[in-house]
């Protein structure tokens, strides 16, 4: 029997619209004299009880988180102020996304599940009026917004991807999920959704419009 055709999509967003915090995190790690991906490695630990993770929950306040934080990266050896690394999570929109997403709405049921923090403006923690008006303009363009600090639940938990299809009204098999975090994509592919790992705009799309059947480049 033929697969049942796509009716919804849902999307990451850091790392998918954006560019990579990695590579905000690199950058600072370079400029700090920290090990090479220290930062995600200490995020790596204890991944669903770290301070990252009651952060992205709302569990924590911001204070509390930066103690915790600090507390984490000082036991791996370099102190990490928690302020410096919130600070580095609103990456540059990719316009090549942007123009893609115009294009499928209106076609197909659109959601936006993010893990976020209450810390900046908007769904993706912008640090300026420009970058939250931006942001903003392209969050306008999906059906849904899920974010971890108001629905308090994070990827990968299996349950906020139900959340999402319930949002969506669309079957596991009738869904395409699209993050750059191979352990965010795991659980959703165990639930059926098909999944595609970002790691480019241009390789992203490619490989959805076979799934879509429609030009979005």
Not at 7 to 26: K, Y
Not at 89 to 101: C, F, I, N, S, T
Not at 114 to 137: F, I, L
Request: hydrophobic content about 40%; overall charge neutral.
């Amino acid at each position: 029997m033929p697969e049942p055709a796509i009716r919804a999509i849902l999307w990451d967003f850091g790392g998918v619209f954006t560019s990579s915090p990695f590579e905000a995190f690199a950058r600072y790690e370079r400029e700090q004299g920290l090990p090479a991906d220290f930062i995600r490695r200490v995020n790596a630990r204890n991944p669903d009880d770290n301070a990252w993770a009651k952060l992205e929950r709302s569990e924590v306040d911001l204070d509390t988180f930066c103690r915790l934080f600090e507390a984490e990266t000082q036991a791996h050896g370099h102190r990490v102020p928690g302020r410096d690394v919130l600070a580095l999570l609103a990456g540059d929109v990719r316009p090549q996304m942007v123009a893609a997403q115009r294009r499928i709405r209106g076609r197909f049921h659109t959601a936006c599940l993010t893990n976020n923090v209450r810390h900046g403006s908007g769904p993706a923690m912008a640090d300026n009026p420009r970058r939250a008006a931006e942001v903003a303009e392209v969050m306008a363009l999906f059906d849904h917004v899920l974010e971890s600090s108001k629905i308090g639940a994070r990827k990968p938990e299996p349950r906020v991807y139900r959340i999402a299809l319930e949002h969506l009204r669309s079957a596991p098999e009738e869904t395409v999920f699209l993050d750059d975090l191979g352990i965010n994509l795991k659980p959703a592919r165990a639930l059926g959704l098909h999944t595609i790992k970002v790691s480019s705009a241009e390789q992203a799309l490619r490989e959805l419009e076979p799934l879509l059947g429609i030009a979005l480049r």
